[in-house]
């Protein structure tokens, strides 16, 4: 279901495993600079941070998010995000989809 590294872990819930029409990726990093590469969805995605803080990048515009904050990136818009630490981050990512549709827009 996820995959533990030595600082960060991150879990993945696909909806369409118990019924419902959303998944989350439960995010946890204390690495900065961590975080994905640009890519978009079909689907709006939700972060809800709960601690620690993350520059984001949504379009053409960048903001930093922070503990207590919720970000909502609509449909289609390229986005990533790097963490900033030196707290570790700690987020819900909520994809509006049963199961997870990404398309990688920055090579790896």
Known sequence: MGKILEE???ENFEGRTAGSGVSVIWE???VPGSGPRLHRHPYAETFVIRRGR?????GDGQREGAAGDVLVVPAGVPHKFAVLGPETYEAMHIHESD???TEWLEPE
């Open 28 to 30: 946890n990093s204390d």
């Open 99 to 101: 199961h997870f549709i």
């Open 54 to 58: 993350a520059l984001f990048t949504i």
């Open 8 to 10: 960060q872990w991150t």
